[in-house]
């Protein structure tokens, strides 16, 4: 299949700091990736040099062949990369439905009416299993409800490429099964290319068709599920070198 996303020696400095250091992977059309990695391995760094919320010191990211490194995010939105953020950043004064509204406008650059936004919203508060009343309000969701209605903003914006960061942050174990399974839907049900960042494997290998790992912003390991869990090095990054592993 045809790669949607290629990512190619992508490196992100912060002052003297690498913390993106040389970073190439590519995500073929229809699949799931998962980008997984301890705390501060780079993923969220390598996350917002893809959907421009940071300039890449070096390296190319491209969207169907189409070079994206250095435009905004509003310029990646509009070409069509959707994303949630690891902490929810809902508009809490607006309801559910008017946050995937104004999300769905921003996404196509107000070049949809207000009918085919409220359509797109409605749609995507449905797929993020969010009641599509227009009157329900932020109020009272919990970490699962509000990881729900990251998605459904980010799905609103009719993404190609969907950018999941921390989906199961906060979430108890029932609801990181119920998370899997709904970014599995998405890409089952409407062919959207995922890239979910995660920090636990967990659930997500049950899930992900593809595994990149990173470490001190380094790609160490790429390839299936299966071999990530039989990987020495995956296993040393996430458990600790084997002398110091509980027999
Ligand atoms: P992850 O998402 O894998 O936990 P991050 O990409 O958030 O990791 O961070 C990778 C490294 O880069 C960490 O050491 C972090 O402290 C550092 N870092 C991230 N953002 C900045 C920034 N804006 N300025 C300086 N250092 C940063
Ligand atoms: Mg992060």
Same mark, same amino acid.
């Given at each position: ?54 300039? #890449? ?30 902490? #929810? ?41 969010? #009641? ?116």
């Amino acid at each position: 299949m045809a790669a949607l996303l290629e990512v190619n020696g992508l490196t992100k400095r912060f002052g003297g700091f690498t913390a993106v250091d040389q970073v190439s992977f590519s995500v073929a059309e229809g699949e799931i990736l998962g980008l997984l990695g301890p705390n501060g391995s780079g993923k969220s760094t390598t996350f917002n040099c893809i959907a421009g919320m940071l300039k #890449p010191s070096e390296g190319s990211v491209k969207l169907a062949g189409e070079e994206l490194a250095g435009l905004t995010a509003d310029e990646t939105c509009r070409r069509g990369i959707g994303r949630t953020f690891q902490i #929810p950043r809902p508009f809490r004064n607006l309801t559910l439905f008017e946050n995937a509204t104004l999300a769905a406008h921003f996404g196509s650059g107000g070049a949809i009416d207000r009918a085919e936004a409220e359509h797109r919203a409605r749609d995507a508060l449905r797929l993020a299993q969010l #009641p599509d009343d227009p009157t329900a309000t932020t109020k009272g969701l919990g970490a699962a409800g509000l990881k729900k209605l990251e998605l459904a903003r980010a799905l609103s914006t009719a993404p190609k490429l969907l950018l999941a960061d921390e989906s199961l942050g906060g979430l108890d174990a029932g609801e990181m099964r119920q998370a899997a399974d709904m970014l599995k839907r998405i890409r089952d049900e409407r062919g959207i290319t995922i890239v979910w960042v995660e920090h636990i494997m967990g659930v997500l290998l049950s899930v992900v068709d593809r595994v990149v790992v990173l470490d001190h912003g380094g790609v160490i390991f790429q390839g299936s599920p299966q071999a990530a869990q039989e990987d020495a090095k995956v296993a040393e990054v996430y458990l600790g070198p084997p002398e110091a592993r509980a027999a």
